[in-house]
């Protein structure tokens, strides 16, 4: 699935393609994809906007026109966008979109599995539209460990779990947690209320560097990320360890061990991310699982 990191780096190659250029003709074939709206309405309403910028929250995609409406794009788990010269678009039964732009050539939108979502909103209902479901932008020069510290105080779920709900840092999905627990060396079981400063600190540090990479990188190809060129990213070979079980830690040597954990695979070293304190023996019989909050998956 798309993280912030491929997320970005599609906004930053479409960003140049899109900006300043009209939406001559737009089709949508397919009714998940702008579901309540017709794809047909949604088509028409979208023809004859021009672009003024490309942005991204969390892993949204905003385009924003110069009428002050944007257009929200989230590729879920397997879209993505793809620029072509005219007539240069490469068959694909998976097409869900097509824009021709006003210079000739086209957008289009893939999805396999068909759950990504384009939503057409005014301009005054995108923040609080995107605010609600998307907590702050870990890249951003004003994120500091005191806002991870505010959003993780007091929860019991633990701290993978927590971040990969969208409100507690933008943009993270399953990889880039693995990875930035590792290079903070945190268990992911480890409840997210009880980290120290200390922790906070080497897990907002580490965030940031493994979304860095991840970007430096172009996000990573698993199976259908693909840049708008059609070109794969390479994160997937610096993955430390996600997808790494039984495979050395390169800080230790520890095999990778695998667990699931909200659901998703999980990988980390045993050995460089500690486990949780055991309970004490008088707790352990009435030691319930920790209720984690609702997760939002956007
Ligand atoms: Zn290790």
Redesign the pocket.
């Known amino acids: 699935m798309p993280e912030l990191p491929e997320v970005e780096t599609v906004r930053a190659r479409l960003a140049p393609v899109l900006g300043g250029r009209r939406l001559q003709r737009v089709e949508i074939s397919d009714a998940r994809l702008t579901r309540p709206l017709a794809p047909d309405d949604v088509a028409r309403a979208l023809e004859g906007e021009r672009v003024r910028t490309v942005d991204r929250r969390g892993k949204y995609l905003i385009v924003r026109f110069e009428s002050g409406r944007a257009l929200l794009i989230h590729l879920r788990m397997t879209g993505s966008l793809r620029h072509a010269a005219a007539g240069a678009l490469p068959d694909d039964p998976y097409r869900r979109a097509v824009v021709r732009l006003d210079d000739g050539s086209d957008v289009a939108y893939r999805d396999v599995r068909r759950f990504g979502t384009w939503l057409l909103l005014e301009l005054s209902e995108v923040g609080a539209y995107v605010d609600a479901r998307v907590g702050l932008e870990p890249l951003s020069e004003t994120y500091k460990a005191r806002d991870l510290a505010a959003v993780l105080a007091r929860r019991r779920a633990p701290v993978k779990s927590a971040l990969l709900d969208q409100r507690t840092v933008a943009g993270v999905g399953n990889i880039y947690a693995d990875e930035a627990l590792w290079r903070a060396r945190i268990h992911p079981r480890r409840p997210a209320g009880e980290l120290d400063g200390d922790d906070v600190r080497r897990l907002h540090r580490a965030i940031r560097q493994a979304l860095e990479l991840g970007i430096a990188r172009q996000g990573s190809t698993l199976t259908d990320y693909r840049l708008p060129d059609g070109n794969a990213g390479t994160m997937q070979t610096e993955f430390r360890v996600y997808g790494r079980d039984g495979e050395p830690?390169e800080?230790?040597?520890?095999p990778i061990e695998k667990i699931r954990l909200a659901g998703r695979g999980t990988w980390y070293?045993p050995?460089?991310q500690p486990p949780p304190a055991a309970p004490q023996a008088a707790s352990s019989s009435s030691r319930r699982p920790s209720r984690s909050r609702r997760q939002s998956s956007v």
Do not use: Y
């Open positions: 830690c800080r230790c040597g520890t070293c050995r460089c």
